[in-house]
């Protein structure tokens, strides 16, 4: 047994996620999870929303509210719609909280301690028109590395280079449009990133497994035009967490608040600590901190490849640079998007799938398995309608749900709702034997490995052996002229029926929790070999057969889903 942190990027505050933002992190990170705890390990599964920021404040004030009472209801609805997709968190946490205040206040501090973190006088861009500095999502203009007119003061969403406003050209406000943007000086604390720049590289040379997405992107920021750059980490804003050293304001920082970039992250350590004071655990150090036991903790992150950079550099510099024992990642598991029916999801235009949408037409585990099995590994994937039919009526229903409605149904007609005694396996349960135990092997290494798709494609492998196995001993003519033989076949499939719950329930938790209740057992045990698994449901045992498990999904379904969800066209 051993002992894994998991993280998923923590989503923004303001609004409900799609479909792609699922698929880029928590529900991947779910699936580990899910699959590690059945393995029999430790696992700490975190999450949490991330709260500061002027979008939260515009938000807040679009929607009427004060702002800590919008995030407080946002985060009342994400974690909803995250118990909605059975995504297992053990604690949902949200960067506003006190912990978190506490514990970035602290990292900023040492780092200033350790001579990384100074202050700069710089020059913001301040918006007459608007009465305020503006941050820099709020100023769009032309990216000047690759010429793209919509690009954000921040980073570029065309090309993804990290950009400072003073870049863009043609610079505007995007509050009210105003074109009068005029620098003026404030005061700000840095990080000095540039100053760790050989420790960083020494760290991720040193990650020989991590995924090429993932390296790729670091080394470049890393490397690319004048290297890593230092970054602000306070602003001037309200919302955030309040720039104090010690407990006392930090003198010459008066009224500033963190940037969100630099606080967001380390919510995922206060997240263990709001989850030991919520009274669900009794110990984060050992999770945290590498002298108080998690040196042997292993530690996954999940997040989309535009978080990439912030993990990979900017996260570190903080845990690196504070000289304190703290658990850095092992292992960085990115994805890239996810599209929509041809282009991007949108919430502004409504385009694509939303959580919450999602939920109100099927369950969770229908998307569960397309989002999973067609995740954004090794390039975007594109979800259309036809796609997300063909998968789950072929998969889910014609192949899962059809063996088992075919072989509990055959059962309870001929020989009653227990498992039936008698016969003798041969050669066909031999030869199947043999070849779940190959795939259920190729299976855990793809699942052990976080390869996603190949994990979908390995079950959906082992869920067709089943299928093949009855089309071709085929007990329904067997019975006619050897009872005793169809027995053993019916016997051996309705244990593949539990078999195929404990395999799946990673990825379609809510219909392997109904099969194993059909199964009227809850023996869940990880399968050591297929024979020994498909001898615990001995003969005499009850079951009942399942409702229906997966339904079809109708063209006129898909027709009126995509007329809904194809969004206001620009
Ligand atoms: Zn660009």
Not at 38 to 52: I, M, Q, S
Not at 131 to 152: K, M, Q, V
Not at 456 to 465: H, N, T
Not at 505 to 513: E, G, L, R, T, V
Request: aromatic share 10%; with cysteine; net charge negative.
């Amino acid at each position: 047994m051993a002992r894994h942190l998991i993280t998923s990027a923590i989503p923004y505050i303001n609004g409900i996620k799609h479909l792609g933002n699922l698929v880029g992190s928590q529900l991947p990170a779910d699936l580990y999870a899910r699959y590690l705890r059945a393995r029999g390990h430790e696992v700490l599964f975190l999450c949490a929303t991330d709260e500061h920021g002027t979008p939260a404040e515009l938000a807040a004030a679009k929607a009427g509210l004060p702002v800590a009472e919008y995030c407080a209801r946002m985060h009342e609805t994400q974690s909803a719609l995250a118990d909605g997709f059975r995504l297992s968190f053990d604690h949902f946490g949200r960067s506003s909280s006190a912990q978190n205040a506490t514990l970035t206040q602290h990292f900023a501090k040492r780092l200033f301690d350790a001579g990384l973190v100074e202050e700069r006088v710089e020059t913001q861009v301040y918006s007459p028109t608007d009465g305020r500095f503006l941050p820099d999502r709020y100023i769009e203009g032309t990216c000047p590395n690759c010429g793209f007119d919509g690009a954000r003061g921040d980073q570029c969403d065309n090309c993804t280079k990290q950009l400072d406003p003073a870049d863009l050209i043609e610079p505007h406000s995007v509050i009210s449009g105003a074109t009068d943007l005029e620098p003026r000086e404030t005061k700000h604390l840095h990080l000095r990133q540039s100053a760790m720049k050989d420790d960083l590289a020494a760290w991720i040379d040193a990650q020989a497994d991590w995924p090429i997405l993932t390296t790729s992107i670091a080394r470049k920021w890393l490397t690319d035009g004048d290297g890593l750059q230092d970054r602000g980490i306070t602003r001037d804003l309200d919302w955030g967490v309040p720039v104090l050293r010690d407990g006392d304001p930090w003198p010459g920082m008066e009224g500033k608040v963190f940037y969100v970039w630099f606080d967001a992250p380390i919510e995922y350590i206060a997240s263990a600590q709001e989850w030991v004071d919520a009274g669900k655990g009794d110990d984060w150090r050992r999770w945290w901190r590498t002298d108080a036991g998690a040196g042997d903790v292993r530690y996954t992150q999940f997040m989309g490849k535009d978080n990439v950079p912030f993990h990979t550099l900017s996260f570190p510099v903080t845990i690196l640079g504070s000289g304190e024992p703290w658990k850095l990642v092992d292992y960085i598991k990115s994805f890239n998007y996810l599209t929509y029916d041809g282009g991007q999801f949108s919430t502004s235009r409504g385009r694509g799938v939303f959580m919450d949408q999602a939920l109100d037409i099927l369950p969770a585990d229908y998307w569960r398995w397309w989002l999973l099995s067609h995740s954004p590994e090794t390039s975007d994937a594109e979800f259309t309608w036809p796609n997300f039919q063909a998968s789950v009526n072929k998969d889910l229903a014609d192949v899962l749900g059809n063996f088992v409605s075919r072989i509990t149904k055959f059962c309870r007609s001929k020989f009653g709702e227990a498992v039936p005694d008698g016969g003798t396996p041969g050669a066909p349960e031999a030869r199947l034997i043999s070849d779940l135990d190959t795939r259920i092997a190729a299976y855990t290494t793809a699942m052990d490995r976080i390869e996603v798709r190949k994990s979908a494609a390995e079950l959906r492998a082992i869920w067709a052996l089943g299928n093949e196995y009855l089309q071709t001993v085929a007990p329904w003519t067997v019975f006619k002229t050897d009872p005793d033989t169809a027995a053993m076949q019916t016997r051996l499939a309705l244990n593949l029926v539990r078999l195929y719950a404990v395999l799946s329930a990673p990825f379609i938790p809510d219909a392997a929790a109904d099969l194993m209740a059909a199964m009227r057992t809850d023996d869940a045990a990880w399968p050591a070999d297929a024979a020994t698994a498909l001898a615990a449901l001995p003969p005499g045992h009850a079951f009942a057969v399942p409702e229906v498990t997966f339904r079809k999904i109708t063209d006129e379904e898909t027709a009126e889903w995509a007329e809904r969800f194809a969004g206001i066209r620009g």
